[in-house]
């Protein structure tokens, strides 16, 4: 069984940055799938951004603002989020997908304020 850890949430203010982490407790390839998906109150958690081997796509509602990399020599994929917005806010999960089988880190929260 694959645990998932994130760091790096927080609160911020509107325009701000803040860095996701999550780190996997075993060896991740390259061919396994990393995700960071987010869920706000009263709404349906939805994909924020992917990455599989060079590949990536985000939202159309973060993309040129959120940028998602991944370090397969130390088994984590991290979330840069720039000009950070009020709607924003949010607990963000990252998942990663290894074959058949998918994983959830345990979420962290993200808040903006106005």
């Known amino acids: 069984q694959v645990q998932l850890v994130e760091s790096g949430g927080g609160l911020v203010q509107a325009v701000g940055s803040l860095r996701l982490s999550c780190a996997a407790s075993?060896?991740?390839?390259?061919?396994?799938?990393w995700a960071w998906y987010r869920q706000a109150p009263g709404k349906q958690r939805e994909l924020v951004a992917a990455i599989l081997t060079g590949t990536t796509n985000y939202a159309d509602s973060v993309k040129g603002r959120f940028t998602i990399s991944r370090d397969n020599a130390k088994n984590t994929v991290d979330l840069q989020m720039n000009s950070l917005k009020p709607e924003d806010t949010a607990a963000y999960y990252c998942k990663l997908t290894k074959g058949v089988s998918a994983y959830w880190g345990q979420g962290t929260q993200v808040t903006v304020s106005a």
């Open positions: 075993e060896s991740i390839f390259v061919f396994n799938r």
